[in-house]
């Protein structure tokens, strides 16, 4: 089982800076990694597979790049709605497909 | 647009079966990859398992000798079926589409609200 580990477990940043999330794999995972956000009280929504393309709808300040084991989103210039938990999450080598325990992006 | 909509019994008894069904609404339940993810309180996301329309599935390991997945392809739905459940499995379940990206077939990109279950006596 692949093993994904995301940093820091809390970011506190302003409104109007940029945020940037990591996450590793314990192998190599190739560009088989999505990152989804997570508001209290409802699903995740998928931001970003391919481990840099931006899903259906989802703003160009959204970023993500990396590949093998290592994996990064950028959000510049957050906005409210931004603060959130964030997962990475990897389906190269499954079963099973496994999740990061996430990032909760806080307003500082 | 298409939606998911879990449904089922919010409260089980340990060691019986949790049973959940996902309506698929708004488009076919056809040629995607449906997921059952669940996440235990406070905590993050475990995925359970996956059905393809035609009936293959794949399973967490973890989870395999209690899950069962299954498809209606003709009422456009996919149901979960959880045995001998216990404290453990108390938890918000998602259901989920993969397979809209070819390149990413379980990068999931619709997702139900959630169903909460609590494992009780």
């Known amino acids: 089982e692949i093993l994904m580990t995301q940093s820091p477990a809390t970011l506190s940043v302003s409104p109007g800076e940029g945020a940037t999330l990591s996450c590793r794999a314990s192998q190599s995972v190739s560009s088989s990694l999505a990152w989804y956000q997570q508001k209290p009280g409802q699903a995740p929504r998928l931001l970003i597979y391919g481990a840099s393309t931006r899903a259906t709808g989802i703003p160009a300040r959204f970023s993500g790049s990396g590949s093998g084991t290592e994996f990064t989103l950028t959000i510049s210039s957050l906005q409210s709605e931004d603060f959130a938990v964030y997962y990475c999450?990897?389906?190269?080598?499954?079963?099973?497909?496994?999740f990061g325990q996430g990032t909760r992006l806080e307003i500082k | 647009q298409v939606q998911l909509q879990e449904s089922g019994p919010g409260l089980v008894k340990p060691s019986e079966t949790l049973s959940l069904t996902c309506t698929v609404s708004g488009g076919s339940i056809s040629r995607y990859y449906w997921t059952w993810i669940r996440q235990p309180p406070g905590k993050g996301l475990e995925w359970i398992g996956y059905i393809y329309y035609s009936g293959s599935s794949n399973y967490n390991p973890s989870l395999r000798s209690r899950v069962t997945l299954s498809v209606d392809t003709s009422k456009n739905l996919f149901s979960l079926n959880l045995s001998s459940v216990t404290a453990a499995d108390t938890a918000i379940y998602y259901c989920a589409r993969g397979g809209f990206f070819p390149a990413a077939i379980f990068a999931m990109d619709v997702w139900g609200q959630g169903t909460t279950v609590i494992v009780s006596s």
């Open positions: 999450q990897q389906y190269n080598n499954w079963p099973p497909i496994t």
